[in-house]
């Protein structure tokens, strides 16, 4: 899936789930996907509301926490 084929919500987080790289020879950009992690802290603390916040863990799964 390429970013042209984004067409939708679910289009967008699958594109994500699955992202490696954009373009380059590198297998996995970390770079690239910490650069999209710290895009969407951002927009979080920019946009969400204290409660939705504090719900934060209620959409994570036991791996995603442990990774925070």
Not at 11 to 24: A, C, M, N, P, S
Request: hydrophobic share 45%.
């Amino acid at each position: 899936m390429t970013l042209d084929d984004v067409q939708s919500f679910p289009d967008l987080e699958k594109y994500l789930r699955e992202f490696t790289q954009f373009e380059g020879e590198w297998p996995y950009d970390f770079v690239g996907v910490f650069t999209l992690f710290r895009a969407l802290m951002d927009n979080l603390m920019r946009f969400a509301e204290e409660d939705d916040l504090r719900v934060v863990k209620d959409y994570l799964e036991d791996r995603q926490s442990a990774l925070l």
